[in-house]
């Protein structure tokens, strides 16, 4: 089956995956993935992701539930999907004796249509690095190789676990650019994330795991503008809290004060700010430090993942 702008190029339906006959590290989870489209699994350590993108790869069979890429099924059906992805798994391990380039070398030999070793090896930056040996690169510098390899099929679709994990700003900076002009050229790629900035981004869209189920999903706006926005400012002197307007006509559903420090959360960031302001004009003091900003996904990845601190959880939880 080829793949055309309107089909999903994943398929996952109900995954589950149990290690052991008992402990389900996936336990049914379902999402897909269109054509050209960079999707991101976020997710705490352990959250699941590796055994996803694992099924994904047909490296393993599921416990539970489907998985289609390409169409096909991954793992019973490997000799037709195979050649047409890419995977970059989370350690790469190469003979550390070759030299970058001979790597690139064996490798090509083995994948049907690659691209010339020095494209695949210039794509990802180590085009000078061609005569050097495995054994001699820096850590950043074997992801990017892994990368290559991912590469060199020339893939429909790629898989990148983790694929900046030990890279400089500059390296990540360097690979994000690539993974925009793989998508931008018809590639779909779904990776795994520890880094926010790098799933707000890079991806479309993105789902969030937390114990082997989806918490949350969607373009990384729709993920955060599920969370309140922040307000903050200083109490004007010899004011108190309860000289401000009502928190609930405000629409606040969080509040804490800290010394002077007023922090406010909400889903109606315009309504608040207009109110909090008129009330200052009207009573002719300042909102010094006033700061509004709505939320980061690193917020909402925090606040799914449970890690929020209990006060501000029960604050928002009691709306
Ligand atoms: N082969 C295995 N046997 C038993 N348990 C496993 C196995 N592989 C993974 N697990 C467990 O399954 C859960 C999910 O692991 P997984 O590696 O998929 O998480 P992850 O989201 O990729 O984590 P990380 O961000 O740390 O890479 C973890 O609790 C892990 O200990």
Redesign the pocket.
Known sequence: MDTSEHEHVIEVTDLRRV??GE?E?VRGITFHVKHAEVFALL??????????VELLEGLAVPSGGRVRVLGHDPYAERAAVRPRTGVML?EGGFPSELTVGETVRMWAGCTSGARPVDEALELVGLGRRAGVRVKQLSGGERRRLDLALALLGRPEVLFLD?PTTGLDAEGRRDTWDLVRRLRDTGTTVLL?T?YLEEAEGLADRLAI?HE?RIAAAGTPAEVTASQPARISFELPESYVLGDLPSLGELGIVAHEVDGRVVRLRTHEVQRAATGLLLWARDAGVELRGLDVRSASLEEAFLRIAGRMSATEKEGVAAV
């Open positions: 290690y052991g402990f590290a997710g705490t350590n352990g959250a699941g992701k590796t055994s996803t989370q983790e795994t520890h795991l082997g």
